[in-house]
């Protein structure tokens, strides 16, 4: 066996253990911890060991637990209820109008974090429930969840983002100003998707029954439930824009004003501030321990060069310049599949990014391609972050294959937006090149 | 190939810092013939930087290039391995003064089962201090609130500031929402990497965080290095002298990244005043000399670290530190 | 367990509460506390790890369950069987790997690696790891257990929870 076929075992391996319905954590952490053994002896081990201490000691991921906390008080105290509510009310006949407000929630948290965990999680606390309380259809609200959640990785500021830039040397205000056009751009997709299909089957999204819509006093009433949470998110990004936080500490400004909010509105008790604590701890343990695995997976992939063989394959492609760029996405979308984007960006972008720019790509338009790309294999089936952590909010009787399948029609757009990217560059590069006065 | 290691960096992927170590590796695959082969991983990708010192003593991987400064945790010996204050300016300088503190080094290393080699790479140049708001002097930095870490978060403690903690990728951000008013980072290059040059207004230039110190020390595990033929061996040692010239010519490299910073409209590059520079180096010199003379090894760095800048002609500091002519 | 991580679980109010202190300390008074970083560090990590094994009990590790939904309980039950073999074997391998680190950072009285000024010392946080796994065994044991004595009809009750 040659030592190219190892990290196609290693992915066999994982694909059988999460076929056999191991957690996917203890799937990912046991194929590392057989692969590193084998290869390297007894000590390499020790990859996992340093897995979950890097996972112990990383603050940004600290805003998962906090986005979560944030979302349970909310949903449990009916704050978000109230603010669907309006929302329903306000889109009168209009089908699909809380997918509107779920993806605009969604680049909200986008916009505070760039942790696609913490925007799927909290997503799925906040938007599903109530879509599915009006009876919309499961598919289309659990798609537009997990895509509007995963809007955060595009949406500034994102981590990935600017070890993209300190990598290759793109300017990270660049990055931010094009990720927030792709972010803003995909969130449209998304709401057009929706509207069309809602208006071609009157069933999927439906909007209140003609006798029950709003009087116009009743809207007016209605407003009054959007007023906290619309403060709730000024306190948010406010304490980011105003310098008090930074992003992971403005998290739990979140927490603690979603806390103020129950407060205020005398619907906080000891049950539901601890009934929170329990579920944001059970969901976080499954995110904290499927980022270990992940982690874990990753080293002991990159280490038997599984990452630099597909960056070879993709450039090894015959067909001149626009192959190499559409075989390195095809090849940058598999790799988002299976790991971390932080791995794929410090071991694939190194070697694929120099050469698309020497074939005369503009590399600012190279790394927002790249960041889209990834953000799909988050969605991607079999194997995609979004959808795991949105099965793990969801109710028991939903399957992954449901999850499998509400998933791909926003894969298809999001592929459709890398593709307009290829045709129309000048579109995205615009804001980029106000900000940096090109 | 007969013998195959791994190595890790702290070097982000891209960097001169990181070409320098895959070109260390390229060297010992040529000179042996392609029989000894080192794989150089850049920071991260094989596991945290910051688990770098325990995994090479396990040997997850047989060598490592990563910065000494990260330690202090593991030994306290290692807070050393920078100097804030320290005068030293030219990496000829900071080579000649690290090659002395070899010992030292060495001894501090295998106390821990790790073998020392060598510097790799000594700072190219001064430090800088990047920040949002003017800091013209000493008393205009007392209050802000400055991202650094380590030796320099106590020196800028001591000279009236607060510091803060924040990862990396999260400091650009804080920055452009003046969530924190400067930040250190490396030099002019990577910190043009990173994107700092986008969201501060001025450099202090020099800063006295660091001083010029040992950046890149190849340390390896001793039981793959016992295990190594003799001349395999000898390979590293020529290939780590190759490494020791290229990053000499990262001090160009800088210049050009710093003429870079400079034409930036809407930069401006602030030096104090002689007294001023002299007053910080002062303060950070005296927490060193406080920090050596807590522990008999740390004596012995002074001693060594002293006579050197005597000898360079640092007489002031040297004196500061405590040197006594000898007759 | 249930009562063990419902007491794990109550971390994340002091980690809230810390993290907004320290950030409106450092923006009104200027004075960002120094122990903020690394104890909202400490908090996240014991929180997430030790909350493991709840998690664990009330099946909440995500896996795709694809394949599993279509079988019959007998083969249900040996894929279940089958999946805490491997969980088990995860943190089982995690223990022999992590209780001599953690010896080593406590003879080493290990700090934080983190540099700041606060500087506190770590060693006691590296056996959260080993805790943490030994109460992950636990739990899959039990499980582990309760899939081999269980009666083919107490499973056929379970399918609707
Ligand atoms: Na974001
Ligand atoms: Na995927």
């Keep these: ?438 | 190939a007969k013998v195959k290691w791994r190595m890790v960096t702290h070097a982000m992927p891209g960097t001169e810092q990181q070409r320098i170590a895959e070109e260390f590796g390229k060297t010992v695959e040529t000179l042996s013939g392609g029989e000894f082969v080192i794989e150089v991983f850049p920071a991260g990708v094989l596991f945290p930087v910051f688990e770098t010192f325990d995994n090479l003593r396990n040997g997850v991987v047989q060598a490592s290039m990563v910065y000494g400064a990260y330690w202090p945790g593991k030994d306290p010996g290692f807070i050393l391995t920078t100097r804030p204050g320290d005068p030293l300016g030219t990496y000829a300088e900071g080579a000649y003064v690290t090659e002395k503190l070899f010992p030292y080094f060495e001894k501090l290393y295998a106390k821990h089962g790790i073998k020392y080699l060598g510097h790799a790479m000594v700072s190219p140049l001064y430090e800088q201090l990047m920040s949002v708001v003017p800091i013209r002097n000493l008393e205009e930095i007392k209050g802000k609130k400055i991202r650094t870490s380590g030796f320099g978060a106590r020196f800028y403690n001591a000279l009236g500031a607060t510091t803060v903690s924040l990862p990396a990728p999260e400091i650009y951000t804080a920055l452009q929402t003046n969530n924190i008013d400067a930040a250190e980072w490396t030099f002019w290059d990577e910190n043009m990497r990173m994107g700092f040059h986008e969201v501060v207004k001025y450099v202090i230039d020099p800063a006295f965080q660091n001083g010029t110190c040992e950046y890149f020390p190849l340390t390896v595990n001793p039981a793959a290095w016992d295990s190594l033929p003799q001349n395999y061996k000898d390979i590293v040692f020529a290939a780590l002298d190759r490494a020791r010239y290229m990053s000499a010519m990262v001090y160009v490299h800088e210049i050009k990244a710093r003429e870079k910073w400079k034409e930036m409209e809407g930069i401006e590059i602030i030096t104090w005043s002689p007294e001023d520079q002299k007053k910080a180096r002062e303060i950070g010199l005296k927490l060193v000399y406080d920090e050596c003379m807590k522990t008999p090894e740390g004596k012995e760095y002074l001693d060594i670290y002293r006579s050197a800048l005597w000898e360079l002609g640092y007489k002031d500091e040297a004196k500061f530190l405590g040197y006594e002519e000898k007759k | 367990m249930d009562k063990l991580g419902k007491m794990i679980s109550l971390l994340i109010l002091p980690l809230i509460a810390i993290i907004v202190y320290s950030s409106l300390k450092g923006f009104f008074l200027n004075r960002t506390p120094i122990w903020t970083f690394e104890v909202s560090i400490f908090l996240f990590g014991c929180f997430f790890m030790l909350g493991a094994a709840y998690c664990h009990m009330l099946n909440n590790h995500v896996s795709v369950d694809v394949v599993n939904h279509y079988l019959p309980p007998k083969w249900r039950r040996i894929f279940g069987i089958f999946g805490e073999i491997v969980v088990l074997f995860v943190v089982l391998v995690m223990i022999y790997l992590s209780v001599p680190t953690a010896i080593r950072s406590t003879i080493m009285k290990e700090r934080s690696t983190h540099q700041t000024p606060f500087n506190p010392q770590v060693w006691w946080y590296r056996w959260v790891i080993p805790i943490s796994c030994a109460l992950m065994s636990w739990q899959s044991f039990k499980n582990m257990m309760r899939l081999i004595f269980q009666r083919p009809d107490d499973m056929e009750n379970e399918k609707g929870v």
């Design chain 1, 1 to 438: 066996m040659t030592g190219d076929m190892l990290p196609l075992l290693m992915f066999a391996a994982l694909f059988l253990l999460l076929a056999a319905g191991v957690p996917i954590a203890f799937s990912l952490s046991a194929v590392a911890i057989v692969f590193s053994y084998f290869l390297w002896g007894p000590g390499a081990l020790n990859i996992l060991i340093s897995a979950t201490w890097g996972a112990m000691n990383n603050f940004v991921i600290i805003a998962v637990p906090l986005f979560i906390y944030m979302s349970y008080i909310l949903q449990k105290t009916n704050v978000v209820e109230d603010l669907y509510d309006a929302f329903y009310k306000w889109s009168g006949g209009l089908r699909g109008g809380l997918a509107i407000a779920t993806v605009i929630v969604g680049a909200f948290l986008g916009a505070v974090s760039g942790v696609v965990a913490a925007g799927v999680i909290g997503l799925g606390l906040i938007g599903l429930p109530q879509m599915l309380k009006y009876k919309y259809d499961k598919n289309v609200s659990m798609g537009i969840v997990m895509a509007s959640g995963t809007l955060g990785q595009i949406i500034p500021p994102s981590t990935n983002m600017v070890l993209y830039g300190a990598v290759t040397g793109v300017s990270i205000g660049g990055l931010f100003a094009g990720g927030l056009t792709a972010g803003v751009f995909l969130g449209i997709l998304y709401i057009g998707y929706v509207l069309i299909r809602s208006l071609i089957n009157p069933n999927l999204c439906p909007p209140l029954p003609p006798d029950e819509r709003a009087s116009f006093k009743e809207k007016l009433y209605a407003l009054r439930s959007v007023f906290l949470p619309s403060l709730l998110i000024i306190l948010v990004l406010g304490s980011i824009l105003s310098g008090i936080a930074s992003p992971t500490e403005a998290a739990a400004f979140g927490a603690a004003g979603a806390m103020l909010i129950g407060l205020i509105k005398k619907r906080l008790n000891w049950e539901i501030v601890f009934s929170s604590c329990y579920e944001t701890l059970s969901i976080t343990a499954m995110v904290g321990w499927v980022m270990i695995g992940a982690t874990a997976f990753g080293s002991v992939f990159s280490g038997v060069g599984g990452n630099r063989l597909v960056s070879q394959l993709a450039m090894n492609m015959p067909g001149g310049a626009v192959m190499v760029l559409i075989a390195s996405s095809v090849f940058y979308f598999i790799l988002g599949m299976f790991l971390e984007p932080g791995a794929i960006i410090f071991f694939a972008v190194p070697i694929i990014a120099p050469i698309l720019a020497r074939l005369g790509y503009d590399p600012l338009w190279v790394g927002l391609v790249f960041n889209v790309l990834l953000q799909c294999g988050y969605l991607s089936p079999p194997f995609g972050f979004s959808l795991f952590y949105l099965k793990g909010v969801t109710p028991k009787d939903v399957t992954i294959t449901e999850i499998y399948r509400a998933s791909i029609p926003f894969l298809v757009l999001q592929v459709a937006c890398v593709a307009i990217m290829f045709v129309f560059p000048d579109f995205f590069l615009w804001l980029p090149k106000q900000v940096l006065g090109l």
